[in-house]
């Protein structure tokens, strides 16, 4: 088994991974992507642009067409990105937006013409790029970026903002393998943008040692020494054979990777482009994120009146909607304490509610009914009616007034009478004489037929003296005529009745017990045929 790590060991471990946790929080990071409907090949450029600004971009970003440029906003402050490019595409043009969060500017460039990496690599005889390459973040060379001008000194900041800061006395040549130039043209106003792989080879040396000190060895077989290839140096091509001048010819400060590359001795420094590459002419530059005042435009030229009236038209504005703001939230105050001052009566009616109905609930009379009061004032509508009329009022036209437990017992007799058939007929007709006249009778209401008013009386003569008349007899006026000894009960005979001439004799109410006698017969009947069978 290895050693276990030391407490200095483990110390400086985690120091150096302080250290760089705050080195890389401290350098700019940026975010690449679009906004609206893009094409393919600018989807690629992206994509390239992406590539160059590597490590410290978001590969991989993925945009949504819902998200706007607050959402990214938003996510940019907790990541820490500093930089956005964003390119859109209209029916004319190309355009890129750089912008520095949180508070801009925004620069508005309009790309003239692009080329994308794989159109670059295949116009090379010889490409020099690798994924190594990519691990440190490329050397900004900036070229002709003193001119006069306040946008030109702000494009020169934003470019030089966007890529890490180099200490010259401190950093590492073997870090550095890529570069960016930006080349500003004052005559056509056009920015060039170019990307390129860096490469260092020892000078002072003949094309057969540079073959020699390559990593791969050169094809000797048609050589007979090696001298030979020292002294002629063939099949050599123009591209390895590159010639180098005092242009690209210093000395190193620091060893280099690739053999022959020392300290103090003169080195070629090379360069390939990678790609890709983009022509920019600034547009504008506005303040905020697009939200702002116009610094400049190229363009478009105002005089300083027309400035002053828009800043102050901008400030109207500004003003206008700080008030409307403030009214917005003071009535959103006043509709949360109407709300509240309503929940607060809505609660306490429905307390006072609750609290009537347990006291009406506690005091109230158990015995005592809501309808006695309809009955009272029935009863002295009846009354009325027998002052203003003179007679007694029909059963139908009060029928509150029967709501009254007393109120049967005011107009008929207490006890039931035993009268014979004929005093009962007698005392009918001196009554109707008495209130109707000679009739005796009225129609009743609802056109059905005759009504005697004596028939009030007639529910409680339920019994009749031996002497009386049978259940058949046909006095007008009484109700159980209908059910009278006629033929309709004939067909009984199938019940076992013999005699046929023999009539029902009822010793209660009208109808019922003739169907119960009916149903008896049913069950002799069937008795009979049981015992005839």
Do not use: W
């Not at 890129?96 to 460039?109: D, E, I, N, Q």
């Not at 006890?415 to 109707?436: N, P, T, V």
């Not at 009749?464 to 006095?475: A, E, L, Q, V, Y």
């Not at 019922?512 to 009916?518: A, E, R, S, V």
Request: hydrophobic share 30%; charged share 35%.
């Amino acid at each position: 088994m290895g050693k276990s790590k030391t407490k200095n060991q483990k110390k400086s471990r985690a120091s150096a991974n302080h250290v760089a946790e705050e080195t890389y929080g401290a350098v700019p990071h940026s975010f690449v992507f679009h906004r609206g409907q893009i094409g393919k090949n600018v989807g690629q450029l992206i994509l390239d642009v992406r590539r160059v600004m590597e490590p410290y971009t978001a590969e991989s970003l993925k945009v949504r067409k819902k998200n706007v440029l607050k959402d990214f906003v938003a996510i940019a402050g907790p990541l820490g990105v500093t930089h956005f490019m964003i390119f859109s595409k209209t029916p004319s043009s190309i355009n890129m937006r750089l912008a520095r969060l949180p508070k801009g500017p925004m620069l508005h460039f309009r790309v003239l013409k692009y080329s994308l990496v794989k159109d670059v690599v295949s116009s090379l005889k010889k490409h020099r790029m690798h994924e190594q390459q990519f691990t440190h973040h490329p050397l900004l060379i900036l070229n002709n970026f003193g001119s006069d001008g306040m946008h030109i000194k702000l494009m020169a900041t934003m470019f030089q903002n966007m890529f890490p800061s180099i200490n010259v006395h401190k950093v590492s040549l073997n870090n550095i393998k890529r570069c960016v130039l930006l080349d500003y043209n004052p005559e056509s106003q056009e920015i060039e943008f170019r990307h390129y792989s860096l490469k260092v080879v020892p000078v002072g040396m003949s094309r057969g040692v540079k073959k020699l000190m390559q990593e791969k060895f050169p094809n000797m077989s048609k050589f007979e020494d090696i001298s030979e290839l020292l002294i002629k140096g063939a099949n050599l091509s123009e591209s390895e054979a590159e010639q180098d001048g005092e242009h690209n010819i210093t000395e190193l400060p620091q060893v280099y990777s690739g053999r022959g590359n020392m300290a103090s001795q003169q080195s070629a420094v090379r360069l390939t482009e990678i790609g890709p590459r983009m022509t920019l002419q600034l547009m504008k530059i506005q303040e905020g994120m697009g939200e702002g005042n116009v610094l400049y435009h190229a363009i478009i030229s105002k005089t300083e009146e027309e400035i002053q009236e828009i800043l102050n038209r901008k400030e109207a504005q500004l003003k206008e909607k700080d008030n409307r703001r403030k009214k917005q939230a003071q009535n959103v105050a006043q509709k949360k304490e109407k709300r509240e001052e309503h929940k607060k009566k809505s609660l306490e009616g429905i307390k006072r509610k609750h609290a009537e109905a347990e006291e009406d609930s506690e005091v109230e009379d158990p015995g005592m009914q809501e309808d006695q009061a309809a009955a009272v004032e029935s009863d002295d509508e009846v009354e009325y009616y027998r002052q203003a009329v003179g007679e007694e009022p029909d059963e139908d036209m009060f029928p509150s007034a029967k709501k009254r437990p007393g109120s049967e017992k005011s107009h008929g007799p207490a006890k039931k009478r035993k009268l014979s058939s004929d005093k009962l007929g007698k005392d009918r007709d001196a009554k109707s004489q008495k209130r109707h006249g000679p009739g005796g009778q009225h129609r009743d209401k609802t056109g059905k037929g005759l009504k005697n008013p004596g028939n009030r009386e007639k529910p409680f003569v339920k019994k009749m003296k031996p002497g009386g008349k049978t259940f058949g007899s046909k006095r007008p006026g009484d109700r159980e005529n209908k059910f009278g000894g006629k033929k309709k009960f004939e067909g009984n005979k199938r019940f076992g009745m013999k005699n046929k001439d023999k009539p029902f004799k009822s010793k209660g109410h009208t109808g019922k017990p003739g169907f119960k006698k009916k149903g008896a017969g049913g069950k002799q009947g069937f008795k009979q045929r049981k015992g005839k069978g």
